[in-house]
């Protein structure tokens, strides 16, 4: 078992052979000599599993993408099983004056905070590997939540990761399982002052799966669902078959929509949600020449959509066709639905759309952000839930009344 883990325990970083495999190709002759030389000095599998995103960074590509390579071939021969401290989790208040962490275990402390209204829906954000709180600021968190405030009538908190998933032989897979336990946990504290419906989560890359977790766990210690969670281009695995209990996936919530912006790269292809969007197909997307940056756009299209201005100014239409490679309109001619924000419920299927390259990115959108419009929060839907049975069919999925 421990094997096991070992073997999944490097989520989203394998992910990063794709792009530095393309980005290889680009090397001269010269650098690609002195790499193969160095090739038959790999460090210890166990020093390569401590390097944290600086030092690998800091890696020519390919290098990079060798030592990653023999991490994830000989993993499974590590014991990696390692004590972690979650009793430094915490959820942070975002207010627009300060941000204030409140620890897991101690959400009485964040309901009675001034800034915390029970009566507003909840948005609880969790950031992938390689964007945590330890940045200042945190870009994914910022964006979304200025998109949140514009809105308004919502409370907006963000996970802090920064501790537990820090290194590529940090446990990841098995930390994600765990971090998901004590959300769902500090989840059921919330449900005692505001109610179940209110509650929508978010996650980018690797933190997609820690909400899928948290979705789950939920469900087995109070038997009921969450009635949403996005998922932000989902982080890719090294070993993707051996990953069906820890991927975000349909049913994890009453709906589950995916923006999938780095498909078979840093994120995921397949289609794991109720309503899955391929913004642009399965290529990069425009103004974007890497992978990272196309891995960013999720999190940059769907805080576009929360604005009030722009919640229908990304359309996608149902794709006819179950093959995702080379997605056109002509493919994807079905009903339009919208992506982010505004994605109801009774979505389900593959969505295909084009985006620009630079703001507003959506074709709909439009550049005047105006804040401050009255109109009904897209949440408040979620508080009439069909209470169907949840099966694998798309045609017994509860959808919003």
């Known amino acids: 078992m421990k094997s096991l883990k070992s073997f999944i325990n490097f989520a989203l970083f394998c992910s990063v052979l794709v792009i530095i495999s393309n980005v290889s190709e680009a090397q001269d002759t010269k650098t690609n000599s002195t790499t193969a030389k160095g090739r038959q000095n790999f460090p210890p599998v166990e020093e390569i599993g401590s390097y944290g995103v600086e030092k690998l960074l800091n890696l020519n590509p390919t290098d990079m993408l060798e030592y990653i390579n023999e991490f994830c071939s000989r993993g499974a021969q590590i014991n990696n099983a390692a004590a972690f401290d979650y009793k430094d989790i915490s959820l942070t208040l975002y207010d627009g ?12 402390n964040l309901m009675q905070h001034p800034s915390f209204n029970k009566t507003q829906n909840v948005v609880v954000f969790v950031p992938g590997w390689l964007s945590n709180l330890q940045e200042s600021p945190n870009a994914a968190a910022d964006t979304i939540y200025k998109a949140y405030e514009c809105r308004g009538s ?3 908190l963000v996970m802090d990761t920064t501790k537990q998933i820090n290194t590529l032989g940090a446990s990841t897979a098995e930390n994600t399982l765990n ?14 002052s505001i109610k179940i419906s209110q509650i929508h989560l978010i996650g980018h890359s690797l933190g997609a799966h820690i909400v899928g977790a948290a979705g789950r766990f939920f469900k087995s210690i109070t038997g009921k669902n969450l009635p949403r969670i996005t998922g932000l281009d989902p982080g890719r695995v090294c070993f993707v078959e051996q990953n069906g209990n820890f991927d975000l996936e349909r049913g994890d919530a009453d709906f589950v929509d995916i923006i999938h912006t ?11 949600g109720n309503a899955n969007f391929y913004p642009n197909g399965l290529n990069l997307m425009p103004g974007c020449n890497d992978a990272i940056c196309s891995h960013k756009m999720a999190w940059r299209y769907y805080a576009e959509s929360v604005y009030p201005s722009n919640k229908f100014g990304f359309s ?7 093959n995702l490679r080379n997605l056109t309109n002509t493919d994807c001619g079905g009903q339009s639905e919208p992506m982010g924000y505004a994605t109801p419920a009774t979505a389900t299927g593959n969505y295909f759309l084009q985006t620009n390259p630079k ?4 074709k709909n959108s439009k550049n005047d952000k105006k804040c401050g419009i009255v ?12 209470t169907a049975e949840r099966t694998d069919s798309p045609d017994n999925l509860p959808v919003w009344s």
């Open 375 to 386: 109109e009904a929060n897209i949440i408040d839907i979620f508080s009439s839930i069909a």
């Open 97 to 108: 004056k300060e941000n204030t962490p409140f620890l897991l275990t101690n959400m009485g």
């Open 262 to 272: 780095n498909p078979n790269s840093l994120g995921k292809e397949e289609t794991i």
């Open 316 to 322: 996608g239409k149902k794709c006819l066709t179950e």
């Open 179 to 192: 971090m998901g336990q004590y959300l769902a946990n500090a989840l059921k504290d919330l449900t005692e």
């Open 154 to 156: 919502t409370n907006f």
């Open 359 to 362: 703001e507003p990115y959506g």
